[in-house]
């Protein structure tokens, strides 16, 4: 039972995590139709960022997600402003081919800057600290903060969505870029912003993510496929489907856990034998090869 | 008629005679310098330890080509190759970034435009297998100073040594210890009943290096009387590793063994922290667990946790050659000597002495001088018996006299964390802690 109770909780939390990571990219994705394959990379500035500011002002880890969404919402105007409003105009593919450039080069730049070592934080208030909460379940400080930090920035971004006029002029455009212009949005500044928040929202993702997780420019690769399936599961575009597709990615990754429950409450000794955890990831893969077959537009897409 | 015969006679054997002493002024030129090609990850996620690879084998090269009475060694005391007139080594180095067709294209390379009489290289078992390939179908010996996926000189190649042990050497070694330690053979610590250190957990990343760690432990422990509760190969680059702590905590093994890279490594232990998970001991097959970033990055909770490794500092304590040569590596380059730059300085050594040995550039000469030379261990700054190549059998070409130590983190009178011996037994430089007192 201890072991059930632990599997379900960690994939709910590591499931809000890696909902976070992808939160930005079905934004991005929801307003402008536009597959941002340097997601990966923003998060791995934002955890670059999280990283040197704590290192450089000493303060907790904690502190610096403000520093690392505001560079982020920077980055992310900065990068839609000189580059991506220019691939816009192009086929899809130069759209495709543009961000997978943008990936390349941002991964390129960490690496000359930072060089390709593993770096890490070992201190702050939440690393290294656990919370039991009976049956044997133990939460680690890092992914309770991350879970809390998540459900808050679902909330906040559906709140901005449909409830406030800019979120209307967002939704608008990304419904029908031409009639929104037709109807004075600012469809320009709406792209704009979208990049800005996406970006924000990836970056706090990273910088909180650098509490347990060392960096290297490399590390974007690692999240960057499982937010893809998130999104693609969940609906592109919708942001209440990549918090549920987190949820279920999350238990997906957990299956090793399950499939423990069952050989040692039933006692099954071929169980025991069969190596569960080298398939985890591919299991998420196939979750998202059989939703992208039976269901092409995801669990809660809107899309058309 | 005879006078024009005479000419063409004379012509032909004056042109002889200049090409033959031209050929002469070029053999002796030829053995000015011996070019070896080096083929490392010098950029891509292995480039720390890729630079770490070559200031060893420069400082090898500097003491090779150079005279440094003052360092017992016998390649120290000689100015070049004397056996080839004091000829001078010149390495030439390529970066293949872990990607095995690179390196097979540089070895290429290496072998057609540049004309090295060897090679050496390749850190990554997957680029040292290609490479290999490419040395074995040009007939160009080379000296592997780094890769440890045993199953490389298991191929019967001709053209093939490996100087460093391999994984199948590194884990009867942990196996040795265990039961050493079940027999009181470990330093300051009375005989531990076997019922402590009976059940086992291996969680190795699912590569080629990490499966075939898994294999030999499983196979091992088999041997040796230990019982592994729980076997997993888990993706190094996962950006969770929770389920697969739970998975091995679930069975409350006695001893964690791990094969990670190094941030992996880093968030295993994390994860196994947060988990609160003590096992009585954890150790690693060397690679994350030797990486300074995992030590700089756990800080104290990295103490009391094992490592394998072929070099730790604290060699210097019983070798005093050791001593000297990390002394210089450090003035030069910042940091001590690690388990890679200590093999690199090793397989450069060993090409010293093979060509000392053979005399002459030439690949057979080249290949009989392997298979026949014995440098014994005082020579190395690395604790092994020696370096003499199998020359046939199942592991031709491998090292018979190489051996792994057994590094334990440890904290020193000033607070600083230090590799400290503990296997081989007898030249241990500190008690082992035992049990593992938790994160």
Same mark, same amino acid.
């Given at each position: ?108 730049? %960490? @690496?000359?800057? *930072? #060089?390709?070592?593993?770096? =890490?934080?070992?201190? $702050?208030?939440? +690393? !290294?600290?656990?919370? /039991? &909460? ?97 999104? %693609? @599961?969940?609906? *592109? #575009?919708?942001?209440?489907? =990549?918090?549920?597709? $987190?949820?279920? +990615? !999350?238990?997906?990754? /957990? &299956? ?49 | ?439």
């Amino acid at each position: 039972m201890e072991i059930l109770a632990g599997s379900i909780v960690a994939g709910l939390f590591i499931g809000m995590v890696l909902a976070l990571v992808a939160l930005g990219l079905t934004i991005i994705f929801g307003v402008m139709d536009i597959v941002n394959f340097a997601h990966g990379e923003f998060l791995m500035i934002g955890m670059y960022t999280g990283l040197l500011t704590a290192q450089s002002t000493g303060m907790d880890p904690l502190f610096t997600l403000p520093v690392a969404g505001l560079v982020g919402f920077l980055l992310g105007i900065a990068c839609y402003t000189g580059f991506v409003k220019y691939l816009l105009r192009g086929p899809m593919i130069a759209q495709l081919l543009g961000t997978f450039g943008l990936m390349l080069f941002l991964r390129n730049l %960490a @690496l000359l800057i *930072f #060089g390709s070592e593993d770096r =890490a934080l070992h201190h $702050g208030a939440l +690393v !290294g600290k656990s919370l /039991e &909460i009976g049956m044997g379940v133990i939460i680690p400080a890092t992914k309770l903060a991350a879970a809390g930090l998540s459900i808050s920035a679902f909330i906040a971004v559906w709140l901005l969505i449909n409830r406030t006029k800019m979120g209307k002029a967002l939704t608008a455009t990304a419904l029908n870029a031409q009639g929104a212009r037709y109807m004075g949005i600012p469809t320009e500044r709406m792209n704009a912003l979208a990049w800005g928040i996406g970006g924000a929202s990836v970056t706090i993702a990273g910088a909180l993510l650098v509490n347990f997780w060392s960096v290297n420019p490399f590390v974007g690769l690692l999240f960057t496929m499982i937010a893809f399936a998130i999104v %693609a @599961l969940g609906g *592109f #575009g919708s942001v209440p489907g =990549a918090f549920f597709a $987190g949820l279920v +990615v !999350g238990l997906i990754t /957990e &299956i090793p856990g399950f499939w423990d429950f069952i050989t040692y409450t039933f006692n099954v000794d071929w169980m025991a034998k069969v190596p569960m955890t080298s398939f985890k990831y591919m299991m998420v893969y196939l979750a998202y090869f059989i939703i992208m077959v039976v269901r092409p537009r995801g669990l809660f897409g809107w899309k058309h | 008629m005879k006078k024009s015969s005479f000419v063409l006679i004379t012509i032909v054997t004056a042109l002889t005679l200049i090409l033959a002493m031209g050929s002469t002024c070029f053999a002796a030129d030829a053995i000015k310098t011996i070019k070896i090609g080096v083929l490392y990850p010098l950029t891509g996620g292995a480039a720390a330890e890729g630079r770490e690879l070559r200031a060893g084998a420069e400082l090898a090269l500097e003491i090779a080509n150079g005279k440094f009475p003052g360092i017992s060694m016998d390649m120290a005391k000689r100015e070049g190759i004397a056996s080839l007139g004091g000829a001078k080594i010149e390495l030439i180095f390529k970066d293949h970034e872990g990607n095995p067709t690179l390196g097979a294209d540089l070895a290429k390379k290496l072998i057609l435009d540049d004309k090295v009489v060897g090679i050496m290289g390749c850190y990554h078992s997957s680029v040292t297998k290609t490479v290999s390939a490419v040395c074995e179908q040009y007939g160009v010996p080379m000296i592997n100073d780094s890769s440890t996926s045993p199953a490389l000189t298991e191929r019967e190649f001709k053209w093939f040594w490996r100087t460093t042990p391999h994984d199948g050497t590194f884990t009867k070694d942990l196996f040795e210890f265990l039961k050493g330690l079940t027999e009181g053979k470990s330093k300051g610590i009375a005989a531990i009943s076997k019922d402590q250190i009976q059940n086992l957990t291996a969680a190795c990343e699912k590569t080629e290096w990490g499966s075939q760690v898994s294999q030999a432990i499983e196979g091992r422990a088999a041997e040796y009387g230990f019982n592994v509760k729980k076997s997993l190969l888990y993706a190094a680059k996962s950006p969770d590793l929770s389920s697969e702590v739970r998975a091995i905590k679930s069975v409350k093994p006695d001893v964690m063994l791990f094969a990670s890279y190094a941030s992996d490594a880093i968030l295993m232990m994390k994860t196994l922290k947060a988990e609160k998970v003590a096992p009585r001991i954890i150790w690693g097959q060397n690679a994350g667990f030797e990486a300074p970033e995992f030590r700089n990055t756990l800080g104290d909770d990295v103490v009391g946790i094992l490592t394998r490794t072929v070099f730790a500092p604290k060699v210097g304590q019983v070798k005093a050659v050791s001593n000297q040569i990390n002394s210089m590596y450090k003035q030069k380059v910042g940091n001590d000597l690690s388990g890679a730059s200590a093999r690199s300085f090793t397989g450069l050594q060993a090409w010293t002495e093979v060509l000392q040995l053979a005399g002459s550039t030439e690949p057979a000469a080249i290949q009989k001088a392997c298979n026949s030379i014995m440098i014994p261990g005082d020579q190395l700054i690395v604790p092994w018996k020696g370096i003499k190549f199998a020359a046939s059998g199942k592991e031709q070409g491998q090292n018979e006299l190489g051996s792994g130590i057994i590094g334990q983190y440890q904290k020193d009178k000033d607070g600083a964390i230090t590799l400290e011996i503990v296997y081989p037994f007898d030249v241990a430089t500190a008690k082992l802690i035992y049990p593992f007192k938790g994160f």
